[in-house]
């Protein structure tokens, strides 16, 4: 008769991770393709005209997206209709690529009659069509993600909570876009003056009131580590109902 021994599990280990194929290397290949092809994001930005939009995009993103811009003056911004502007800029942060597009909505806000929000949502629409036809297309390799991810919604500081115009183009968006409500120049006032607008006064009573949805952040997995954790919470407790600015 004869023995056969056996081959010590430990010294497999390597071989059948290098050849290894399946299910489980999925997530590192997709994160390592998305992260050589990069990412697309648009933001859109909304309010009046004064509330500091333009200068949050630029501080976020250290970039001027605006340099080329005209500035109007009172009669023109009234007289303005509401017009779609995009600007997309290249940024490149530890070798991960990022394609920003920021979407402004110039005119919305300024008039005193401020029902036409509807280019605002006709935009959204076509952007999301226009994906879903590339998607079902043949060539889906180089689609361009033109969708719209985000609203910044601009609350102006120092009135009284939400106006109309603030809960009807909120709710306009609500079921097309991800949208988060910002107390615009929150540096002019004391934390006290925020506190109490966010808290005290309409804004987070009106947005239960009429069941506008803002964007929550999602919850942590369990298997996170502490200090992401600790960040996640931190930045909920931020946004609920409302960030500041």
């Known amino acids: ?40 994001f648009t933001l859109m930005v909304a309010g009046e005209s004064g509330l500091g939009k333009s200068t949050l995009v630029n501080s976020l993103f250290l970039t001027d997206l605006h340099k080329d811009r005209k500035l109007l003056n009172a009669e023109e911004r009234i007289s303005q209709t509401v017009e779609i502007t995009k600007h997309t800029v290249d940024i490149e942060e530890k070798g991960v690529k990022l394609k920003l597009t920021i979407v402004d909505t110039p005119g919305f806000g300024d008039a005193v009659n401020n029902t036409n929000w509807w280019p605002v949502t006709d935009y959204i629409d076509q952007q999301f069509e226009q994906y879903f036809r590339d998607e079902s297309g043949l060539n889906r390799k180089n689609i361009q993600d033109n969708r719209v991810h985000c609203c910044l919604y601009f609350i102006p500081p120092f009135g009284h ?3 109309p115009v603030d809960i009807e183009f909120m709710k306009a968006l609500q079921d097309k876009v991800n949208v988060v409500p ?22 987070r009573e009106e947005i239960d009131k009429y069941g506008i949805k803002i964007y929550q952040f999602p919850d942590c997995d369990s298997d996170e580590d502490e200090e992401f954790k600790k960040q996640d919470k931190e930045l909920k407790w931020r946004t609920r109902p409302t960030a500041t600015l």
């Open 161 to 163: 909570g939400l106006r």
């Open 1 to 40: 008769s004869s023995t056969h021994t056996k081959t010590p599990p430990q010294l497999l280990t390597p071989q059948v991770e290098k050849d290894y194929v399946g299910f489980a290397t999925l997530p590192n290949q997709v994160h390592r393709k998305s992260v050589k092809k990069g990412f697309d």
């Open 182 to 203: 910002l107390i615009a120049k929150a540096d002019c006032l004391m934390p006290s003056e925020v506190k109490k607008l966010k808290d005290q006064v309409r804004i």
